[in-house]
């Protein structure tokens, strides 16, 4: 199997604040035909599926979604306002 390039895309509480300011984006190196779940497992990133939408290529995936080369993968919370 060969190795793909796939963009991680934070969106507002799932961005990652460290001393040199915040991450909103991640590139992961991942095998052919591994899912965004695997992708998730490897960079330690935890989300609840009822609480945040995947959206790839303006779609919504599930987490087992077997991104593309090139993919951008949007994690999206779904916020509730009034």
């Known amino acids: ?3 793909i390039e796939v963009t991680i895309q934070l969106h507002t509480v799932l961005q990652i604040q460290t001393p ?3 991450i909103t ?3 992961h190196q991942m095998e052919e035909g591994e899912c965004v779940k695997d992708a998730l497992l490897a ?3 935890s989300i609840n599926t009822d609480e945040t939408l995947i959206v790839v290529n303006r779609q919504n ?3 087992d979604y077997q991104p ?3 993919d ?3 994690l999206i919370p779904a916020i509730a306002g009034g």
């Open 20 to 22: 040199n300011g915040r």
């Open 25 to 27: 984006t991640l590139r």
């Open 72 to 74: 951008v993968v949007h």
């Open 61 to 63: 995936v599930g987490l």
């Open 1 to 3: 199997m060969s190795q």
């Open 68 to 70: 593309n080369p090139g």
């Open 43 to 45: 960079l330690g990133i």
